[in-house]
């Protein structure tokens, strides 16, 4: 079985942080990239930030500089540290973790975590 779990959402104020957690097993997972995506109620789902097998992080641009993602292999988790949240920020956000085999590619996803930021 696969299975990712995600961890750590709640209400935050705006400026404030929230740390969110997703733990993997039933998966390689150290051969995986892993990610986070965010959708909120009218919109589509976005990505959030990844980070590959060999810790290469990608950033949406609205998230740069406020947002750290990071994995641990140890413990097969992937972390997303969230600074300065704004009200926008708002959505479920979702643990992701792809890899491609030749052409055939491997992807799972969490049930997802809300994360509200409002006062």
């Known amino acids: 079985q696969v299975q990712l779990v995600e961890s750590g959402g709640g209400l935050v104020q705006p400026g404030g942080s929230l740390r969110l957690s997703c733990a993997a097993s039933?998966?390689?997972?150290?051969?995986?990239?892993v990610g986070w995506y965010r959708q909120a109620p009218g919109n589509q789902r976005e990505l959030v930030a990844t980070?590959?097998?060999?810790?290469?992080?990608n950033y949406a641009d609205s998230v740069k500089g406020r947002f750290t993602i990071s994995r641990d292999n140890a413990k097969n988790t992937v972390d997303l540290q969230m600074n300065s949240l704004k009200p926008e920020d708002t959505a479920v956000y979702s643990c992701n973790a792809n890899r491609y085999m030749g052409p055939v590619k491997r992807d799972y996803w969490g049930q997802g975590t809300q994360v509200t930021v409002s006062s």
């Open positions: 039933g998966i390689a997972f150290s051969i995986y990239e």
């Open positions: 980070i590959t097998s060999g810790r290469i992080t």
